[in-house]
């Protein structure tokens, strides 16, 4: 099969052209519309379910766009009041309709007649929501959906000063890869006393996010959110003991690795004891990788290394720049973090990104690029529902194409040396990465599982699981005061709770498409791209399956999977 980055929007039959969303009043008719429609046939039932796809489709982007436009500029209280107006005035309105909407299809006559294969993940995604809908959480939806918000404006506004010179939090990383150990401990304590001053403020906001998550799985008959959760984000294939599972075969695989990783660096740069500081610094007369200086240059080269890869994968991105589909460099008042932002009718996705012209940006850029490609893989899927894929598959876009591209990362990196140590940066990544994973999923648990937890218990608890993930080779002396609010740096601890575990699943899948990478480049990106195209159309361990992989995260596959990227290194030392 052949795919094209000449997306084009979805075909309107069913709202007009012109149609824009403003009040629930000029929205309502379309659901009304849909839900008083006579369905006497298989067809109509067909029909039926594309006029309500093109609507979910239009609605979803107008969602969209408001949350992109409040991320790249915090301070604006007009895109604010527009993305608070659609969550508090619009969205309440919208969610019986969807459910009612949903118990109609679930209830048709002509439902058991549609095909099983290909309407199998999306029914059980529609049973799944009528499962959960509770009227009584509307409201409590409303209030999350513009309180999660409420972290970027906070985080937006951090800045510290170095040399004279504001910076962002974001822009200021990049001192910490400086030879000089001095300046590099300066700013990692600006950067913890700046975040240390709003320690109560975010206190503050995730107590108040924590009592309502909370409020909506006991609304819905759930012990915990956490069981709620997993059953919202339709984690129909795992179970919260095989994360507890994948936490310990980190401890016991992936921490002796890292630790290896950290007094390599504690020798390169000659210093007697790690400090938090010396993490990612260059050894003295070696200067910071600089890949790139502005995110113009950065989307340059992401694409002709892309086009080196696959020339589609390039296209796509040439395609989301013509359709100015790119926020790429830091500043002031942009929210914290990077994101690929599907956008469901016009299907160009937007990518969000705060780069400071550092090695982590290009990894950030060639991961949501893949999410990007992701997004034009299946923009041509028959129903918006077939797009609603799993983040466990998602990440795997993204992570396997942080894998792939440091094949052409000549790109970034022109001197032999700067390109090798590049690479080695990256996998060293791969693997650091994981604890953190496993911490911050280990958090969440406990969370959610305790939700009555003060502050004080919960800092205590995050410091609990640091010794538990802990190499012991970094000295935090002097530092105490900050460390039970490192979890604060974390967005989707705000935005997106129980989002995170997925990365260290689909990092493994991304191993394992590299692993088949290294045999067989195109033969693993036919498998890529085969996977990806399907979207949500199968289950999780059908999507993994097409790609080549075992959908499994079992101590002895990590452990298969750890050796191989710790022989890739050895390789590139």
């Known amino acids: 099969m052949t795919f094209s980055a000449n997306i084009q929007p979805i075909e309107r039959n069913f ?18 519309q849909l839900l008083d429609r006579s369905i006497n046939s298989k067809a109509d039932l067909e029909q039926w379910l ?12 107008d969602a969209c766009w408001r949350q992109v436009r409040t991320t790249c500029d ?78 970027g404006q906070v985080a937006g506004k951090m800045t510290i000063e170095v040399n004279g010179k504001e910076y962002t939090l974001q822009q200021a990383g990049k001192f910490l890869e400086n030879p000089d150990r001095k300046l590099r401990e300066e700013v990692y304590r600006k950067v913890q006393s700046r975040r240390y001053e709003d320690r109560d403020a975010l206190n503050e906001l995730f107590n108040k996010l924590v009592e309502k998550r909370n409020q909506v799985a006991l609304n819905a008959g759930f012990a915990n959110y956490r069981d709620y959760k997993f059953k919202e984000l339709g984690r129909f294939d795992y179970t919260a003991q095989d994360c507890f599972n994948f936490h310990e075969a980190v401890k016991q695989h992936v921490v002796p690795l890292v630790k290896i990783i ?3 660096q504690r020798k390169a740069i000659g210093v007697d004891v790690l400090r938090p500081w010396d993490l990612d610094a260059e050894p003295e007369g070696i200067q910071p990788l600089q890949p790139f200086s502005t995110g113009k240059e950065l989307t340059e080269k992401t694409i002709q290394c892309f086009e080196k890869l696959n020339p589609f994968f390039a296209d796509c991105l040439k395609k989301m720049e013509e359709l100015k589909r790119f926020d790429l460099d830091s500043r002031k008042g942009k929210a914290p973090g990077g994101y690929n932002m599907p956008l469901a009718e016009t299907g160009a ?113 995050w410091m609990e699981l640091a010794a538990e993930y802990s190499t012991g080779l970094i000295d935090y002396s002097g530092l105490e005061q900050f460390r039970p609010y490192e979890w604060q740096r974390q967005l989707h601890l705000f935005e997106v709770p129980f989002y995170y575990i ?65 022989t890739e290194m050895d390789q590139l030392n």
């Not at 403003?22 to 379309?30: A, D, G, H, I, S």
């Not at 498409?513 to 999780?540: E, P, R, V």
């Open 15 to 32: 709202l007009p052209k012109d149609f824009t969303i403003t009040t629930w009043e000029q929205l309502e008719p379309y659901f009304q």
């Open 50 to 61: 594309h006029d309500s796809s093109e609507l979910e489709a239009i609605v979803s982007e």
């Open 74 to 151: 915090t301070e604006n209280k007009e895109l604010e009041e527009a993305f608070n107006y659609f969550y508090m005035e619009i969205a309440p309105k919208m969610q019986p309709f969807a459910d009612k909407l949903n118990r109609k299809l679930v209830d048709c006559a002509f439902t058991k007649e549609l095909d099983t294969d290909k309407y199998f993940t999306y029914l059980r995604s529609i049973k799944k929501s009528i499962e959960l809908f509770r009227e009584e959480n509307i409201p409590i939806f409303a209030e999350l959906n513009v309180m999660q918000q409420q972290f």
């Open 262 to 264: 950290y007094e390599e």
């Open 349 to 461: 996705p937007f990518i969000f990104m705060n780069a400071a012209g550092t090695m982590d940006d290009v990894t950030t850029m060639v991961h949501e690029g893949g999410h990007a490609i992701h997004s034009f893989l299946t923009h041509n899927l028959e129903l918006t529902g077939f797009k609603e894929y799993g983040a466990e598959i998602a990440e795997v876009a993204s992570m396997s194409m942080e894998l792939f591209s440091m094949e052409h990362w000549d790109i970034f990196f022109k001197d032999a040396d700067e390109l090798r140590r590049a690479k080695f940066k990256q996998l060293e990544r791969v693997l650091t990465i994981l604890p953190w994973i496993a911490r911050i999923d280990a958090f969440q648990h406990w969370i959610y599982e305790h939700p009555q937890h003060t502050i004080e218990e919960r800092g205590n608890k």
């Open 502 to 566: 997925e990365y260290g699943i689909a990092q493994l899948g991304a191993i394992g498409l590299w692993m088949q990478f290294k045999q067989d480049q195109q033969s693993a990106l036919n498998n890529y791209i085969n996977a990806l195209s399907l979207g949500g159309t199968k289950t999780l361990p059908q999507l993994y399956a097409a790609a080549g992989l075992k959908f499994d995260f079992s101590p002895t596959h990590i452990k298969l999977l750890m050796d191989f990227v710790k």
